[in-house]
Protein backbone atom coordinates (compact mmCIF):
# COMPACT_ATOMS: atom_id res chain seq x y z
CA UNK A 1 0.00 0.00 0.00
CA UNK A 2 1.63 3.41 -0.91
CA UNK A 3 0.30 5.26 2.63
CA UNK A 4 1.54 2.43 4.84
CA UNK A 5 4.80 3.43 5.51
CA UNK A 6 3.25 7.42 6.23
CA UNK A 7 0.51 5.85 8.26
CA UNK A 8 3.40 3.89 10.09
CA UNK A 9 5.52 7.15 10.60
CA UNK A 10 2.99 8.98 11.77
CA UNK A 11 2.24 6.13 14.26
CA UNK A 12 5.43 6.07 15.48
CA UNK A 13 5.40 9.51 16.24
CA UNK A 14 1.90 9.60 18.56
CA UNK A 15 3.46 6.52 20.50
CA UNK A 16 6.04 8.50 21.46
CA UNK A 17 4.18 10.63 23.05
CA UNK A 18 4.82 13.81 21.31
CA UNK A 19 1.62 15.03 20.50
CA UNK A 20 0.37 14.60 24.26
CA UNK A 21 1.65 17.70 26.18
CA UNK A 22 -0.71 20.60 26.26
CA UNK A 23 2.43 22.48 24.89
CA UNK A 24 2.58 21.03 22.34
CA UNK A 25 -1.09 20.63 21.02
CA UNK A 26 -1.02 24.82 21.56
CA UNK A 27 2.03 25.25 19.56
CA UNK A 28 0.49 23.67 16.50
CA UNK A 29 -3.07 25.15 17.04
CA UNK A 30 -1.52 28.54 16.65
CA UNK A 31 0.86 27.65 13.46
CA UNK A 32 -2.75 26.83 12.05
CA UNK A 33 -3.54 30.41 12.96
CA UNK A 34 -0.63 31.52 11.65
CA UNK A 35 -1.12 29.81 8.53
CA UNK A 36 -4.91 31.97 8.24
CA UNK A 37 -3.07 34.99 8.81
CA UNK A 38 -0.11 34.80 6.51
CA UNK A 39 -1.98 32.92 3.86
CA UNK A 40 -5.19 34.89 3.60
CA UNK A 41 -4.45 36.06 0.38
CA UNK A 42 -3.68 32.80 -1.32
CA UNK A 43 -6.60 31.22 -0.03
CA UNK A 44 -8.87 34.04 -1.44
CA UNK A 45 -7.17 33.52 -4.73
CA UNK A 46 -7.56 29.93 -4.89
CA UNK A 47 -11.25 29.27 -3.73
CA UNK A 48 -11.84 32.39 -6.89
CA UNK A 49 -10.50 30.48 -8.81
CA UNK A 50 -11.84 26.72 -7.91
CA UNK A 51 -15.51 28.42 -7.93
CA UNK A 52 -16.04 31.78 -8.17
CA UNK A 53 -16.08 32.02 -4.62
CA UNK A 54 -16.45 36.10 -3.45
CA UNK A 55 -13.82 37.21 -1.36
CA UNK A 56 -16.66 37.83 1.28
CA UNK A 57 -17.85 34.78 1.62
CA UNK A 58 -14.35 33.04 1.29
CA UNK A 59 -13.15 35.07 4.28
CA UNK A 60 -16.28 34.74 6.19
CA UNK A 61 -16.70 31.47 5.88
CA UNK A 62 -13.19 30.06 5.19
CA UNK A 63 -11.12 32.51 7.40
CA UNK A 64 -13.01 33.77 10.19
CA UNK A 65 -15.15 30.82 11.05
CA UNK A 66 -11.82 28.49 11.34
CA UNK A 67 -10.14 31.52 13.66
CA UNK A 68 -13.35 31.49 15.73
CA UNK A 69 -13.11 27.80 15.92
CA UNK A 70 -9.16 28.34 16.86
CA UNK A 71 -9.07 30.46 19.54
CA UNK A 72 -12.28 28.82 21.02
CA UNK A 73 -10.64 26.08 21.42
CA UNK A 74 -6.91 27.72 22.51
CA UNK A 75 -9.07 29.57 25.46
CA UNK A 76 -10.62 26.46 26.75
CA UNK A 77 -8.17 23.85 25.75
CA UNK A 78 -6.93 23.16 29.34
CA UNK A 79 -10.34 22.78 31.10
CA UNK A 80 -11.41 20.53 28.15
CA UNK A 81 -8.00 18.30 28.81
CA UNK A 82 -8.52 17.89 32.59
CA UNK A 83 -9.95 14.74 34.02
CA UNK A 84 -13.34 14.74 34.67
CA UNK A 85 -14.65 13.55 38.22
CA UNK A 86 -17.97 11.30 38.75
CA UNK A 87 -19.83 10.30 41.21
CA UNK A 88 -18.95 7.69 43.74
CA UNK A 89 -21.17 5.66 45.96
CA UNK A 90 -20.48 4.93 49.19
CA UNK A 91 -17.99 2.35 49.08
CA UNK A 92 -15.37 4.57 46.70
CA UNK A 93 -15.98 7.69 48.63
CA UNK A 94 -12.44 7.61 49.21
CA UNK A 95 -11.14 6.83 45.78
CA UNK A 96 -10.58 8.63 42.42
CA UNK A 97 -13.24 7.85 39.68
CA UNK A 98 -12.81 9.90 36.50
CA UNK A 99 -12.95 10.59 32.85
CA UNK A 100 -9.72 10.62 31.10
CA UNK A 101 -9.53 12.84 27.89
CA UNK A 102 -7.02 10.68 25.80
CA UNK A 103 -6.47 11.09 21.75
CA UNK A 104 -7.48 8.30 19.47
CA UNK A 105 -4.03 8.00 17.73
CA UNK A 106 -3.67 8.47 13.68
CA UNK A 107 -6.82 9.95 12.70
CA UNK A 108 -7.63 10.68 8.93
CA UNK A 109 -9.75 13.61 7.63
CA UNK A 110 -11.22 13.80 4.50
CA UNK A 111 -12.51 16.51 2.95
CA UNK A 112 -15.21 17.93 0.56
CA UNK A 113 -14.69 20.68 -2.21
CA UNK A 114 -17.27 22.92 -1.11
CA UNK A 115 -15.89 24.77 1.55
CA UNK A 116 -12.12 23.55 1.35
CA UNK A 117 -10.63 25.24 3.88
CA UNK A 118 -13.41 25.42 6.66
CA UNK A 119 -14.05 21.70 6.22
CA UNK A 120 -10.25 20.68 6.82
CA UNK A 121 -9.52 23.20 9.81
CA UNK A 122 -12.28 22.82 11.80
CA UNK A 123 -12.25 18.94 12.31
CA UNK A 124 -8.36 19.14 12.36
CA UNK A 125 -8.20 21.89 14.84
CA UNK A 126 -10.28 19.48 17.49
CA UNK A 127 -8.09 16.55 16.28
CA UNK A 128 -4.49 18.60 17.18
CA UNK A 129 -6.44 19.95 20.24
CA UNK A 130 -7.00 16.34 21.44
CA UNK A 131 -3.87 15.07 20.81
CA UNK A 132 -4.05 12.90 17.68
CA UNK A 133 -1.40 12.77 14.64
CA UNK A 134 -3.55 13.43 11.24
CA UNK A 135 -3.48 12.77 7.73
CA UNK A 136 -5.69 15.02 6.09
CA UNK A 137 -7.11 13.99 2.26
CA UNK A 138 -8.32 17.32 0.62
CA UNK A 139 -10.90 17.26 -2.34
CA UNK A 140 -9.13 17.15 -5.51
CA UNK A 141 -11.90 18.73 -7.14
CA UNK A 142 -10.94 22.17 -5.58
CA UNK A 143 -7.67 21.46 -7.16
CA UNK A 144 -6.24 25.01 -6.28
CA UNK A 145 -7.31 24.67 -2.70
CA UNK A 146 -5.74 21.26 -2.90
CA UNK A 147 -2.23 22.45 -4.49
CA UNK A 148 -1.93 25.19 -1.35
CA UNK A 149 -3.10 22.97 1.71
CA UNK A 150 -0.55 20.35 0.20
CA UNK A 151 2.37 22.62 -0.20
CA UNK A 152 1.34 25.36 2.25
CA UNK A 153 0.42 23.11 5.92
CA UNK A 154 3.59 21.41 5.99
CA UNK A 155 5.52 24.52 6.00
CA UNK A 156 3.14 25.28 9.17
CA UNK A 157 2.81 21.76 11.20
CA UNK A 158 4.85 19.21 12.36
CA UNK A 159 5.62 16.59 9.38
CA UNK A 160 5.69 14.35 11.80
CA UNK A 161 2.30 13.97 12.71
CA UNK A 162 0.81 15.94 10.22
CA UNK A 163 0.85 14.63 6.38
CA UNK A 164 -1.47 16.22 3.52
CA UNK A 165 -2.35 13.24 0.85
CA UNK A 166 -3.71 14.39 -2.61
CA UNK A 167 -5.79 12.67 -5.29
CA UNK A 168 -8.92 11.68 -6.06
CA UNK A 169 -11.15 8.24 -5.70
CA UNK A 170 -8.27 5.89 -6.78
CA UNK A 171 -6.13 7.30 -3.98
CA UNK A 172 -8.64 7.73 -1.34
CA UNK A 173 -9.74 3.63 -1.69
CA UNK A 174 -6.10 3.07 -1.33
CA UNK A 175 -5.21 5.32 1.94
CA UNK A 176 -8.49 3.68 3.54
CA UNK A 177 -6.98 0.14 3.24
CA UNK A 178 -4.65 1.80 5.87
CA UNK A 179 -5.73 1.12 9.74
CA UNK A 180 -7.06 4.61 11.36
CA UNK A 181 -7.83 5.18 14.91
CA UNK A 182 -10.78 7.62 13.65
CA UNK A 183 -11.96 8.38 10.36
CA UNK A 184 -13.57 11.77 9.62
CA UNK A 185 -15.40 12.36 6.67
CA UNK A 186 -17.59 14.93 4.82
CA UNK A 187 -19.24 14.64 1.46
CA UNK A 188 -22.08 12.50 0.14
CA UNK A 189 -24.53 9.78 2.02
CA UNK A 190 -22.92 7.48 -1.17
CA UNK A 191 -19.31 8.03 -0.72
CA UNK A 192 -19.81 8.28 3.39
CA UNK A 193 -20.95 4.45 2.90
CA UNK A 194 -18.21 3.28 1.47
CA UNK A 195 -16.12 4.93 4.13
CA UNK A 196 -18.03 3.55 7.05
CA UNK A 197 -17.92 -0.17 5.49
CA UNK A 198 -13.93 0.52 4.74
CA UNK A 199 -13.91 1.89 8.30
CA UNK A 200 -15.51 -1.19 9.22
CA UNK A 201 -12.69 -3.89 8.14
CA UNK A 202 -10.99 -2.46 11.24
CA UNK A 203 -13.56 -1.42 13.55
CA UNK A 204 -12.46 2.28 13.61
CA UNK A 205 -14.86 4.76 14.58
CA UNK A 206 -16.05 7.04 12.26
CA UNK A 207 -17.92 10.68 12.16
CA UNK A 208 -19.74 11.12 8.96
CA UNK A 209 -20.81 14.60 7.99
CA UNK A 210 -23.31 13.99 4.92
CA UNK A 211 -25.67 15.90 3.43
CA UNK A 212 -29.31 15.66 2.38
CA UNK A 213 -32.64 17.71 1.06
CA UNK A 214 -33.19 20.71 3.98
CA UNK A 215 -36.52 21.52 4.23
CA UNK A 216 -37.80 25.19 4.72
CA UNK A 217 -41.31 25.68 6.04
CA UNK A 218 -42.60 29.17 5.47
CA UNK A 219 -45.97 29.64 7.28
CA UNK A 220 -48.26 32.00 6.29
CA UNK A 221 -48.18 34.30 9.46
CA UNK A 222 -44.44 35.84 8.39
CA UNK A 223 -42.69 38.56 7.51
CA UNK A 224 -42.33 38.16 3.49
CA UNK A 225 -39.71 40.21 2.94
CA UNK A 226 -36.90 38.76 5.62
CA UNK A 227 -38.01 35.55 5.00
CA UNK A 228 -37.01 36.16 1.48
CA UNK A 229 -34.03 37.68 1.98
CA UNK A 230 -32.58 35.26 4.61
CA UNK A 231 -33.58 32.95 2.40
CA UNK A 232 -31.91 33.97 -0.91
CA UNK A 233 -28.87 34.87 1.13
CA UNK A 234 -28.77 31.08 2.60
CA UNK A 235 -29.67 29.23 -0.62
CA UNK A 236 -27.31 31.04 -2.94
CA UNK A 237 -24.12 31.72 -0.88
CA UNK A 238 -21.54 29.82 -2.27
CA UNK A 239 -23.70 29.30 -5.81
CA UNK A 240 -26.25 27.06 -3.62
CA UNK A 241 -23.54 24.82 -2.65
CA UNK A 242 -23.76 24.77 0.82
CA UNK A 243 -24.54 21.16 2.83
CA UNK A 244 -26.78 23.27 5.37
CA UNK A 245 -28.90 25.58 2.17
CA UNK A 246 -32.52 25.43 2.33
CA UNK A 247 -33.25 22.58 -0.29
CA UNK A 248 -36.81 23.81 -1.06
CA UNK A 249 -39.54 25.47 0.23
CA UNK A 250 -42.72 24.38 1.53
CA UNK A 251 -45.77 26.80 1.76
CA UNK A 252 -49.29 27.34 1.00
CA UNK A 253 -50.04 28.55 -2.62
CA UNK A 254 -51.20 31.82 -1.27
CA UNK A 255 -47.69 31.77 0.37
CA UNK A 256 -45.78 31.15 -2.79
CA UNK A 257 -47.87 34.01 -4.69
CA UNK A 258 -46.19 36.61 -1.89
CA UNK A 259 -42.56 34.98 -1.59
CA UNK A 260 -42.21 35.16 -5.41
CA UNK A 261 -41.80 38.96 -5.88
CA UNK A 262 -39.98 39.34 -2.29
CA UNK A 263 -37.24 36.48 -3.75
CA UNK A 264 -37.47 38.12 -7.15
CA UNK A 265 -36.39 41.72 -5.29
CA UNK A 266 -34.10 39.62 -2.68
CA UNK A 267 -31.85 38.55 -5.78
CA UNK A 268 -32.04 41.68 -7.45
CA UNK A 269 -30.73 43.60 -3.87
CA UNK A 270 -28.21 41.04 -3.50
CA UNK A 271 -26.88 40.50 -6.86
CA UNK A 272 -28.26 43.25 -9.58
CA UNK A 273 -30.30 42.96 -12.45
CA UNK A 274 -27.38 40.03 -14.18
CA UNK A 275 -26.15 37.82 -11.51
CA UNK A 276 -23.94 36.95 -14.12
CA UNK A 277 -21.86 40.12 -13.78
CA UNK A 278 -22.20 40.43 -10.24
CA UNK A 279 -18.62 40.13 -8.30
CA UNK A 280 -20.84 38.33 -5.31
CA UNK A 281 -22.08 35.04 -7.04
CA UNK A 282 -20.05 32.82 -7.48
CA UNK A 283 -19.53 29.46 -9.76
CA UNK A 284 -20.08 25.89 -10.11
CA UNK A 285 -17.18 23.79 -9.39
CA UNK A 286 -16.60 21.77 -12.53
CA UNK A 287 -18.01 20.60 -15.62
CA UNK A 288 -19.63 17.39 -14.33
CA UNK A 289 -21.34 19.25 -11.21
CA UNK A 290 -22.73 21.57 -13.50
CA UNK A 291 -24.37 20.04 -15.70
CA UNK A 292 -25.87 17.60 -13.25
CA UNK A 293 -27.11 21.34 -11.55
CA UNK A 294 -28.56 22.60 -14.90
CA UNK A 295 -30.45 19.12 -15.47
CA UNK A 296 -32.53 20.07 -12.58
CA UNK A 297 -34.21 22.90 -13.87
CA UNK A 298 -36.70 20.74 -15.85
CA UNK A 299 -38.58 20.71 -12.61
CA UNK A 300 -41.78 22.92 -12.02
CA UNK A 301 -41.81 26.02 -13.93
CA UNK A 302 -38.83 28.49 -13.64
CA UNK A 303 -40.40 31.84 -12.04
CA UNK A 304 -37.13 33.34 -11.23
CA UNK A 305 -33.82 33.29 -13.35
CA UNK A 306 -32.63 29.91 -14.81
CA UNK A 307 -30.02 31.80 -16.58
CA UNK A 308 -27.08 29.50 -17.73
CA UNK A 309 -23.29 29.37 -19.51
CA UNK A 310 -21.20 26.65 -19.66
CA UNK A 311 -17.91 28.12 -20.76
CA UNK A 312 -18.59 30.16 -17.39
CA UNK A 313 -20.22 27.01 -15.25
CA UNK A 314 -22.86 29.78 -14.24
CA UNK A 315 -26.47 29.25 -13.56
CA UNK A 316 -28.45 32.40 -12.23
CA UNK A 317 -30.06 32.33 -9.04
CA UNK A 318 -33.13 30.35 -10.15
CA UNK A 319 -36.55 29.99 -8.01
CA UNK A 320 -38.75 27.31 -9.35
CA UNK A 321 -42.54 27.45 -8.61
CA UNK A 322 -45.22 24.62 -8.83
CA UNK A 323 -42.95 21.63 -8.20
CA UNK A 324 -44.12 18.24 -7.87
CA UNK A 325 -42.68 15.64 -5.15
CA UNK A 326 -41.76 13.62 -8.44
CA UNK A 327 -39.60 16.42 -10.01
CA UNK A 328 -36.15 15.78 -10.37
CA UNK A 329 -34.97 18.27 -8.20
CA UNK A 330 -37.06 16.99 -5.71
CA UNK A 331 -34.99 13.12 -6.01
CA UNK A 332 -31.33 14.23 -4.99
CA UNK A 333 -29.83 17.24 -2.86
CA UNK A 334 -29.88 20.31 -5.39
CA UNK A 335 -25.91 21.40 -4.07
CA UNK A 336 -26.44 24.39 -6.49
CA UNK A 337 -28.34 27.91 -6.84
CA UNK A 338 -32.26 26.47 -7.64
CA UNK A 339 -34.61 27.01 -4.71
CA UNK A 340 -38.05 24.82 -5.93
CA UNK A 341 -41.18 25.31 -4.30
CA UNK A 342 -43.31 22.51 -3.22
CA UNK A 343 -46.86 23.62 -1.96
CA UNK A 344 -48.54 22.56 0.92
CA UNK A 345 -51.74 22.96 2.08
CA UNK A 346 -51.02 23.82 5.60
CA UNK A 347 -48.33 23.27 8.49
CA UNK A 348 -49.26 19.67 9.33
CA UNK A 349 -49.18 18.72 5.55
CA UNK A 350 -45.65 20.21 5.60
CA UNK A 351 -44.50 18.02 8.38
CA UNK A 352 -46.29 14.87 7.31
CA UNK A 353 -44.03 15.54 3.77
CA UNK A 354 -40.53 16.29 5.50
CA UNK A 355 -41.28 13.60 7.98
CA UNK A 356 -41.77 10.73 4.97
CA UNK A 357 -38.50 12.12 3.73
CA UNK A 358 -35.08 10.83 4.87
CA UNK A 359 -33.74 12.53 8.16
CA UNK A 360 -31.98 16.16 7.02
CA UNK A 361 -28.94 17.75 8.02
CA UNK A 362 -31.32 20.87 8.90
CA UNK A 363 -34.72 21.76 9.30
CA UNK A 364 -35.68 25.22 8.45
CA UNK A 365 -39.42 27.09 10.08
CA UNK A 366 -40.04 30.40 9.64
CA UNK A 367 -43.51 32.07 11.42
CA UNK A 368 -44.24 35.13 13.37
CA UNK A 369 -46.26 32.58 16.01
CA UNK A 370 -43.45 31.09 17.97
CA UNK A 371 -46.02 27.86 18.27
CA UNK A 372 -45.69 27.30 14.94
CA UNK A 373 -42.16 27.18 14.77
CA UNK A 374 -41.51 24.80 17.89
CA UNK A 375 -44.36 22.58 16.41
CA UNK A 376 -42.04 22.34 13.51
CA UNK A 377 -38.99 21.40 15.10
CA UNK A 378 -41.00 19.54 18.29
CA UNK A 379 -42.76 17.05 15.46
CA UNK A 380 -39.78 16.52 12.79
CA UNK A 381 -36.22 14.91 13.32
CA UNK A 382 -32.86 16.71 11.72
CA UNK A 383 -29.07 17.12 12.60
CA UNK A 384 -29.82 20.76 13.41
CA UNK A 385 -32.43 22.91 13.29
CA UNK A 386 -32.84 26.71 12.87
CA UNK A 387 -36.04 28.90 13.37
CA UNK A 388 -36.58 32.28 11.36
CA UNK A 389 -33.07 32.39 9.67
CA UNK A 390 -30.63 29.81 7.30
CA UNK A 391 -27.18 28.87 8.34
CA UNK A 392 -26.91 30.65 11.17
CA UNK A 393 -26.74 27.88 13.87
CA UNK A 394 -23.50 26.51 11.81
CA UNK A 395 -21.99 29.39 13.05
CA UNK A 396 -22.15 29.16 16.63
CA UNK A 397 -18.81 27.27 18.44
CA UNK A 398 -21.78 26.34 21.30
CA UNK A 399 -24.09 23.96 19.36
CA UNK A 400 -23.26 20.77 18.08
CA UNK A 401 -23.27 19.98 14.10
CA UNK A 402 -23.63 16.87 12.79
CA UNK A 403 -26.23 15.03 11.16
CA UNK A 404 -28.61 12.15 11.51
CA UNK A 405 -29.85 9.52 10.13
CA UNK A 406 -29.17 9.39 5.81
CA UNK A 407 -27.32 13.03 7.03
CA UNK A 408 -25.05 11.56 8.82
CA UNK A 409 -23.27 10.32 12.50
CA UNK A 410 -21.39 12.11 15.35
CA UNK A 411 -21.09 15.96 15.83
CA UNK A 412 -18.62 18.69 15.85
CA UNK A 413 -18.01 22.39 16.22
CA UNK A 414 -16.04 23.66 19.05
CA UNK A 415 -15.85 21.75 22.36
CA UNK A 416 -17.61 18.93 20.85
CA UNK A 417 -15.43 18.46 18.26
CA UNK A 418 -12.34 18.36 20.89
CA UNK A 419 -14.94 15.53 22.36
CA UNK A 420 -15.17 13.60 18.79
CA UNK A 421 -11.48 13.08 18.34
CA UNK A 422 -11.26 11.89 22.09
CA UNK A 423 -11.45 8.47 23.82
CA UNK A 424 -13.22 9.41 27.33
CA UNK A 425 -11.50 6.52 29.01
CA UNK A 426 -13.36 5.84 32.25
CA UNK A 427 -10.68 5.46 35.31
CA UNK A 428 -11.47 3.77 38.60
CA UNK A 429 -8.50 4.46 41.11
CA UNK A 430 -8.76 2.49 44.34
CA UNK A 431 -7.26 2.89 47.87
CA UNK A 432 -4.90 -0.46 48.59
CA UNK A 433 -5.90 -0.20 52.32
CA UNK A 434 -9.31 -0.25 53.80
CA UNK A 435 -10.13 -4.02 52.96
CA UNK A 436 -12.95 -4.25 55.56
CA UNK A 437 -14.96 -1.90 52.65
CA UNK A 438 -14.40 -4.80 49.96
CA UNK A 439 -15.19 -8.25 52.17
CA UNK A 440 -19.45 -7.83 51.70
CA UNK A 441 -18.56 -8.77 48.05
CA UNK A 442 -16.47 -11.70 48.22
CA UNK A 443 -17.55 -15.73 48.83
CA UNK A 444 -19.01 -17.55 50.65
CA UNK A 445 -21.75 -15.37 50.20
CA UNK A 446 -24.15 -14.46 53.05
CA UNK A 447 -28.25 -12.73 52.99
CA UNK A 448 -26.04 -10.30 55.88
CA UNK A 449 -23.39 -9.62 52.74
CA UNK A 450 -26.44 -9.06 50.07
CA UNK A 451 -27.46 -6.50 52.30
CA UNK A 452 -24.67 -4.60 53.20
CA UNK A 453 -23.71 -4.40 48.91
CA UNK A 454 -27.19 -3.40 48.41
CA UNK A 455 -27.17 -0.64 50.61
CA UNK A 456 -23.79 0.94 49.56
CA UNK A 457 -23.89 0.17 45.65
CA UNK A 458 -27.40 0.74 45.21
CA UNK A 459 -29.20 3.88 43.38
CA UNK A 460 -32.31 4.63 44.64
CA UNK A 461 -34.99 6.58 42.57
CA UNK A 462 -35.63 10.46 43.66
CA UNK A 463 -38.78 11.14 45.25
CA UNK A 464 -41.18 13.11 42.55
CA UNK A 465 -44.02 14.19 44.86
CA UNK A 466 -44.76 17.57 44.20
CA UNK A 467 -46.05 20.19 46.61
CA UNK A 468 -48.69 22.30 45.51
Known amino acids: NPYAGLVSHLRASWLSGKTRPMEYRIAQLEALGRFLDEKKQEILEATDLDMGKPS ?4 FTEILLCKNELNNTLNNLSTWMKDEHVDKNLVMQLDSAFIRKEPYGVVLIIAPWNYPIHLVLVPLTGAIAAGNCVVIKPSEIAKNTERLLAEMLSCYLDNDCFAVVTGGVQESTRLLENKFDYIFFTGSPSVGRIVMTAAAKHLTPVTLELGGKNPCYVSDTCDVVNVARRVVWGRFVNAGQTCIAPDYLLCTLEMQEKLMPALREAITEFFGSNPQESPDFGRIVGDKQFRRVRALLCSGRVAIGGQTDEAERYIAPTVLADVQPSDPAMQEEIFGPILPIVVVANMDEAIDFINARPEPLVIYAFSCDSKVVNQVLERTSSGGFCGNDTLMHAT ?3 LPF ?4 NSGLGKYHGKFT ?9 CLHRNMGLETLNAPRYPPYTQQKLGLVTAT ?12
Not at 56 to 59: D, M, Q
Open 56 to 59: FEAY
Open 396 to 398: LTS
Open 402 to 405: GGIG
Open 418 to 426: FDTFSHHRG
Open 457 to 468: FEVKRRSTCTLL
